[in-house]
């Protein structure tokens, strides 16, 4: 049998709606009170109650936050899948089970092992409410699992104590509920070969979901304007948006410094969030891969009259409907040209939800900065996982860039206004908000073609200036955007890794491992579009490099081979696109393939 | 279509109004529609009525889709910012720059194809939130710009240019309008100057949705015989239910009694809409009233115009929201970043 202490992956399977998800969520997060790091990921559908749902649990001191693959320790609830996940169970792995109801020898593998709790008949037992009796068969698990694994009791029932602080009539029967699993198990269980110890890798790192650090983000950044329609997977954005707005953006009379609008759909989200930007309020939208496409035309607009929008993306399965509650990096594309005509907007890459916080504040202030579009691509797996990642960072006395504003005085000293005209050089004109000054200042917004006074025209020579400044304007974004993270091999070599947002824990797992078999990769990591110099660089410095991607036809490829007119074979796609997250174990594998064959090639040559 | 401009010289005889503006100072860029649009009646009448209230002009916000109607926004108010937005999306933009700034006054101009057939569901919402705006549309029946298709305010039975009967019922914004909650509901007519300089200027001081209507032939595609939006159909079955008198309540009111017959709704801004009835027992406070009035009428094949409802006691979208007094885009870091302190706080309330 499988033993390990430290390393393993178990995986609940659980029927949706069972209240399953906060006894869950307490095991994970009283490993990491334990001191090990821990990475769960929420495997749900597109349904309320009753469809099949999993929470996979890696629990791992060496610091990998990635999703392994496999799976150690099944916690199999959910007779619908009982089937696959028995199946799922690596060899030598363990089945926990509720034994309650006999089980036929047919239903289990000989290559496991098999631990039968009988948690119905406990709860049946010990309490007469059905409700209370399907609740707490949760925490009756949980009192098993924390003997077989060794978790520490006085640290979950203090997370119990904390889940229902001042709630004590809920407390304590959790507790109790707890310490009777506990007590059941250790009185008919062996503790198993897979094992929690108590360690010190968690460091000041915080516990939490890129949508909730997102929606922090724009608290922090400024935002005053959120406009959103619910879209899964990127609900939890707005909803932490006005959570922590009401908590400390009301004044002491109940007055709120922000305006957030449920609206009809998303094209008028984003909309409004245009409105808002062209009158000079920090506003942003958040949505996914439907509400995208919805929004394109006035995508568009804004990019052309060159007006601020931040729009944060919570990218899932496409196309089309595509799986709501599974994530890919598949908008990539979608985003980076959205609309018709010649467009190109800004993206920004967070890997983990510490930058879903950075880059949701540096997104409002580019969007100021820039007077355009900016995208903040999250996808499911780092916006609804909680994640492990270093504490939230805020300068004090921070303020915000509120970009090229003409304000009344410097209009009343007779500053020279035209709406589109390049003076710095940047590809960047100055704008003034409606209201500012009773004669001067005033201009008239169109999508429309217009001279750099603004002016109607439908000149090609006025459309050129336009556009090849909007270009200009783009090149100057390359140095303003977060800038790409090496992390170079410990000596030279020929071959590179390049790989954007989600996929970054499990990448540098792979990168480990390289190491580990003596194969040397540098990596950049991307963190936005536009590519700055430094990325075109990096793939020119190398011989052969590769492109991590969760997606099918490999799409930050084509905007890098695009943007800088590279040599595509330069850029071995690695795809990933399941709509299950990337693991170490898919990346290594995709790679050595690649260089086994290529290097074969090479031998035979020679 | 006006070929020549008209010199930048004020007329010795053009009056300055008490925020020392003269009527030119409301005007914008030299229209681009066809001679005689009714469009261009309904822009002056927006001109008439600003210059009449003394707004400053640099207050307003004017918005609009697309189409022949939301080229107007252009060619008035000069010194106001302007939005063309995109096709049947103007209240979503208006919306959101009511959002960011609460003290401005915003005029959304929008026409039949723009807000009854693309753009119906952003009305509808519009409405039904209370954004303070004035929303026109003009409406005359017909795409103008791609030349001469119905719009969904077609009239069933009316006729084309090229002689297509249109069978499809029209939409009543009017009737939809009230339906969905708006707190001041007009019909207008853009001949009739005298009926609808009023309108505007009631509208202007309504806080809260204001939507007028208002019938504007087109004289290019939807003014010839068969047509229920032409200059001379809208003459003859037009049936004005008041006429409206706005005294601005920030002049000395003389109070007089008002004659036999005359309604007096006090608006949020002090105004006072003094509506003498055509119609002996129409109430414009009356919501019900005034949706049965219009459809019983509709049915006759009437064009009910006037001011047909209104809510003095409305409340706009930023009191629903409850947001502070300060515009939202005047807010800086100071006021809306909680900091370092309480960051640390969130963060060890995360491990």
Not at chain 1, 132 to 153: A, W
Not at chain 1, 518 to 543: C, M, N, Q, T, W
Not at chain 2, 281 to 309: C, K, S, W
Request: hydrophobic share 40%; proline share 6%.
């Amino acid at each position: 049998m499988l033993t390990a202490t430290n390393d393993f992956v178990i995986k609940f399977a659980n029927v949706n709606g069972s209240g399953s998800a906060s006894a869950n969520e307490l095991f994970a997060k009283a490993i990491l009170r334990m001191g090990v790091p821990v990475s769960p990921r929420n495997i749900f559908p597109s349904n309320i109650q009753g469809l099949p749902t999993w929470y996979e649990v890696r629990v791992s001191e060496a610091g990998y936050l990635g999703r392994r693959g496999g799976v150690d320790l099944m916690v199999a609830m959910n007779p619908q899948t009982w089937q696959w996940d028995v199946a799922e169970i690596e060899s030598g792995g363990y089945l926990f089970y509720d034994s309650t109801k006999p089980m036929p020898p047919s239903a289990f593998r000989e290559d496991i092992a098999v631990i039968g709790m009988p948690l119905t008949m406990l709860a049946v037992k010990h309490y007469d409410d059905p409700r209370q009796r399907q609740l707490l068969k949760n925490v009756l698990y949980l009192g098993g699992l924390s003997h077989l694994l060794g978790i520490e009791p006085a640290v979950v029932e203090q997370l119990l104590g904390e889940q229902y602080q001042g709630k004590p009539q809920l407390a304590q029967p959790n507790i109790d509920a707890f310490r009777l699993g506990l007590q059941w198990a250790a009185e008919h269980l062996e503790a198993i070969g897979l094992q929690v110890r108590r360690a010190d890798k968690v460091g000041d790192r915080i516990f939490v979901d890129g949508n909730t650090a997102a929606g922090l983000g724009c608290v922090y950044g400024g935002a005053t304007v959120c406009a959103w329609y619910p879209i899964t997977p990127s609900t939890s954005v707005a909803e932490a948006f006005e959570k922590y707005a009401r908590k400390f953006r009301t004044t002491p009379e109940g007055q709120k410094k922000y305006a957030i609008v449920q609206a009809e759909d998303e094209i008028a989200s984003i909309g409004m969030v245009v409105g808002a930007g062209w009158n000079g309020a920090r506003a942003f939208t958040a949505t996914s891969g439907p509400g995208v496409s919805l929004m394109t035309e006035f995508i568009g607009l804004a990019h052309f009259a060159e007006i601020p929008a931040t729009i944060i993306n919570v990218q899932r399965g496409g196309p089309s409907t595509g799986m709501p509650t599974r994530t890919q990096q598949a908008d990539v594309l979608a985003c980076a040209w959205a609309s018709h005509g010649d467009t190109k907007h800004v993206l920004l890459f967070p890997e983990d939800p510490h930058e879903a916080f950075e880059f949701a504040a540096t997104a409002l202030d580019l969007a100021d900065r820039l007077q355009t579009v900016v995208f903040l691509m999250l996808d499911l797996d780092i916006g609804m996982n909680q994640r492990l990642c270093r504490p939230f960072a805020w300068d004090a006395g921070r303020e915000y860039d509120r970009g090229k504003v003409l304000s009344h005085d410097e209009l009343e000293a007779g500053r020279p206004f035209g709406r589109y005209r390049d003076v710095d050089g940047d590809g960047i004109p100055f704008r003034t908000y409606p209201g500012t000054h009773p004669q001067r200042g005033a201009f008239f917004t169109r999508g429309t073609t217009k001279n750099v006074d603004a002016g109607y025209s439908e000149r090609g020579p006025d459309y050129l200036e336009n556009v090849h400044r909007l270009i200009r304007k783009f090149v100057t974004a390359r140095g303003l955007v977060p800038q790409p993270v090496p992390t170079p091999a410990n000596r030279p070599t020929r071959i590179g890794v390049l790989y954007y947002g989600s996929t970054s824990p499990a990448m540098l797992e792979a990168g480990e491992r390289f190491t580990a078999e003596g194969i040397a990769i540098d990596l950049l990591r991307i963190r936005a579009y536009p590519f700055p110099e430094s990325v075109r660089d990096f793939v020119l410095a190398h011989d052969q490099c590769f492109l991590v991607e969760q997606n099918r036809d490999a799409q930050l490829r084509t905007l890098l081979v695009q943007e800088y007119g590279l040599d595509p074979a330069l850029i071995q796609p690695v795809l990933h696109y399941d709509g299950t997250p990337i693991t170490a174990r898919f990346i290594v594998r995709a790679i050595r393939e690649f260089l086994t064959r290529t290097l074969g090639q090479e031998e035979r040559v020679a | 279509m006006t070929y020549l401009a008209k010199p930048r010289l004020h007329h010795p005889s053009l009056k300055p109004n008490a925020v020392g503006f003269t009527r030119r100072d409301y005007e914008g860029r030299i229209s681009t529609l066809c001679a005689g649009c009714g469009h261009d009646s309904i822009s002056a009448a927006i001109i008439q009525a600003c210059w009449e209230l003394d707004i400053e002009p640099h207050r307003v916000a004017k918005l609009s889709g697309i189409g022949c109607s939301s080229k107007t926004p252009d060619y008035f108010l000069g010194q106001s910012h302007g939005f063309n937005t995109v096709h049947g999306r103007m209240p979503s933009v208006l919306t959101g720059a009511y959002l960011a700034n609460k003290s401005l006054l915003y005029l959304g101009v929008s026409g039949d194809g723009d807000s009854a057939s693309i753009g119906i569901g952003q009305f509808v919402h519009c409405m039904r939130r209370g954004v303070d705006m004035v929303y026109l549309v003009e409406n005359n029946g017909v795409y103008g710009l791609t030349k001469g298709q119905f719009s969904a305010t077609a009239d069933a039975g009316s006729k084309s240019k090229k002689g297509v009967l249109n069978t499809d019922s029209p939409v009543d914004l009017v009737a939809l309008a009230l339906q969905l909650g708006a707190s001041f509901v007009a019909r207008s007519f853009s001949g009739d100057k005298a009926q609808l300089v009023p309108l505007i200027k009631a509208a202007i001081g309504h806080r809260g949705a204001a939507f007028i209507d208002v019938i504007s032939p087109c004289v290019a595609f939807n003014n010839h015989t068969g047509s229920t939006k032409s200059y001379d159909y809208v003459r003859e079955h037009n049936d004005s239910v008041n006429f409206l008198d706005v005294i601005e309540g920030r002049e000395p009111i003389e109070i007089e009694q008002p004659p036999e017959g005359v309604i007096e709704v006090v608006q949020h801004d002090g105004s006072i809409l003094r509506l003498r009835r055509t119609e002996p027992d129409y109430d414009p406070r009356d919501r019900i009233g005034a949706m049965n009035f219009i459809a019983r009428h509709q049915e006759r094949g009437e064009v009910v115009t006037g001011l047909l409802f209104v809510d003095p006691q409305a409340r706009d979208f930023h009191q629903h929201l409850g947001s502070v007094q300060t515009p939202l885009n005047r807010l800086g870091a100071a006021e809306l970043c909680p900091g370092a302190a309480v960051l640390e706080k969130i963060n060890a309330s995360l491990r």
